[in-house]
């Protein structure tokens, strides 16, 4: 395609002056804005620098050439495809501006006689060199040089100085920048302000945000003034007798001091999960942090166990959610169970006799421990075969069975496993491992369903037990005296069967939800009864 001269003035063209060569800008920065700077051509929507734009040969002069490669091209009239070589310096410089500026002025007028033409002065170097000023008002140094002034002067007879005209582009180009870093600046001033109303609009919501928590403090100061808590009941006794079935805040807090270092590393409870096991693991207790001490969580507990208050009624009292009480209970009941297990509860002969009441030292001094069989009420199965092992005929229901016995002074010192209502009270004895604790020359006293003598007798072991009535004939004056002599004492079994089942959880059906803790809570309050203090004086 034919290539045009970009010379503003300029029509020549590849096609028509085949003798011209058309040159491309220079890649280079700074020597392509000279190329535009003395084209006087602006770059922008109407001039756009690409591979097309082109500068012919006529604004070059031979010294812009390589060797006077472009005079042996002229002479040998080579066609456009063998191109002429610009040195990496060259400049246009051949403009038709520049000729007219340089075209020699008219001749002077004839003188005439009478009056003789006055001498026209030149300016002097010196007056053009003043006449340049040194520094623009932008602040940038000239770098023109100003001594060839009076060669160009000395050709222009109307004082027009040739070194201004890259000057005064110059000055252009940086009023050109000056308008553009103001709009930039006007721009920034119009982002300051949307920035300055989004601050105003984000402070307006800060404070909306920090009325709005404060009324949530506000709140939630409300909520805790009737959270329930063990600071208020700790100094009443009535209270916390009440409340949690301790005798004292001292018996209260020695039981939470027992319980305190495993309470401190167990793992909550969270469903099927979590081994029933909670105080294997050592090390901090994982999970976000609880929002109830565990002095509180202890007294949590102790109320549901006591009072058998609802997970709800708990829920409200404490200000937690129903499932942290849910959770709470059964981890502390599974931890109570293990680290009770731990007491040695089942004394030793010496023990027994050191502590045995007058009662028991006067009739039965032998005596190892009372036992009994209580059942307790649970919500009948959906299997056939538990409806069928755990009804009870004596009681009519289904039920759990837990053969209990207590020392002489009232402590309880044997807890069985729960078995099935129907189990027999001599089989329960027989598999809950209470034969293998007694000695020989130890005594048990029990009631008379428990059918177990046989069974003592193997273990060189003495059992005490109300007389039988034989037939139609009226007990002895010495079988009613025995009858006497053993329900004076037997009773303090029932009255500990008493204690055990003031705990309410375990009265009426025990739910379903904590029927795979029964053992548990059955052991546990067994276990809390011996806190109460003494039972037989």
């Known amino acids: 395609m ?15 002056s085949r003798e011209l060569s058309f040159h491309s800008f220079p890649q280079d920065t700074g020597l392509r804005k000279a190329w535009i700077v003395k084209i006087r051509r602006d770059e922008g929507k109407h001039f756009e620098i690409n591979n097309s734009t082109k500068v012919c040969s006529l604004h070059f002069t031979e010294a812009d050439y390589s060797s006077g490669k472009r005079k042996r091209a002229e002479e040998k009239k080579m066609s456009s495809l063998c191109r002429t070589v610009l040195k990496k310096s060259a400049v246009p410089s051949q403009f038709t501006w520049v000729e007219s500026a ?9 003188d005439r006689a009478d009056c003789p033409a006055p001498k026209r002065k030149k300016r002097s170097s010196a007056g053009c ?4 000023p040194s520094t623009l008002d932008t602040g940038i140094t000239s770098s023109v040089d100003t001594s060839d002034c009076s060669d160009q002067l000395a050709a222009d007879d109307h004082g027009h100085c040739s070194c201004w005209e890259p000057l005064n582009y110059q000055y252009l180009l940086l009023q050109v920048e000056r308008d553009d870093m103001a709009s930039h600046i006007s721009r920034i001033d119009a982002q300051q302000e949307v920035l300055r109303t989004e601050n105003d609009i984000l402070k307006h919501r800060v404070s909306s945000q920090e009325d709005t928590i404060k009324g949530l403090k506000d709140e939630n100061e409300q909520f805790k003034s009737h959270e329930f808590t063990f600071e208020q009941v700790k100094d009443s006794q009535h209270l916390l007798n009440y409340y949690t079935g301790f005798a004292s805040t001292l018996m209260f807090m020695a039981c939470f001091n027992f319980l305190k270092p495993a309470a401190e590393v167990m793992r909550t409870w969270k469903g099927s999960q979590t081994t029933s096991d909670t105080v294997e693991r050592h090390g901090s207790k994982p999970g976000s942090k609880a929002k109830l001490s565990l002095l509180n969580q202890f007294f949590l507990v102790m109320v549901r166990l006591r009072l058998g208050l609802g997970e709800v009624d708990l829920a409200y009292r404490f200000c937690v959610s129903q499932s942290t009480v849910s959770r709470l209970t059964i981890t502390w009941t599974n931890m109570m169970y293990y680290k009770f297990h731990q007491l040695p509860i089942w004394l030793s002969r010496r023990k027994i006799d050191k502590l045995m ?7 039965y001094p032998t005596t190892r421990t009372v036992i009994d069989c209580t059942e307790f009420f649970i919500n009948t199965p959906s299997l056939l075969s538990r409806q069928c092992g755990t009804w009870s005929a004596y009681k009519n229901h289904n039920t759990v069975k837990v053969l209990i016995g207590i020392a002489p002074h009232g402590h309880v010192n044997f807890v069985s496993d729960v078995y099935e209502g129907s189990i027999s009270d001599k089989a329960i004895t027989e598999q809950s491992g209470l034969l293998d604790l007694l000695q020989e020359g130890d005594s048990v006293m029990a ?5 177990i003598k046989d069974m003592l007798l193997a273990h060189k072991v003495r059992l005490n037990i109300p007389p039988f009535k034989r037939g139609d004939q009226q007990m002895t004056p010495d079988a009613l005296m025995t009858t006497k002599k053993i329900a004076g004492v037997r009773i303090h079994v029932e009255r500990k069967m008493q204690r055990i089942k003031c705990f309410r959880i375990l009265a009426g059906e025990i739910d379903n939800s904590l029927f795979g803790s029964i053992q548990q809570l059955i052991f546990v309050c067994a276990m809390l009864t011996n806190f109460e203090g003494d039972l037989v004086a």
């Open 129 to 132: 060199a003043e006449a340049v």
């Open 447 to 451: 009631d008379k369903g428990f059918d």
């Open 2 to 16: 034919p290539h045009h001269c970009c010379v503003p003035g300029c029509a020549s063209n590849s096609k028509v």
């Open 102 to 110: 340089s075209k020699p002025s008219r001749k002077a007028p004839m």
């Open 357 to 363: 009441p007058p009662c028991f030292k006067l009739w």
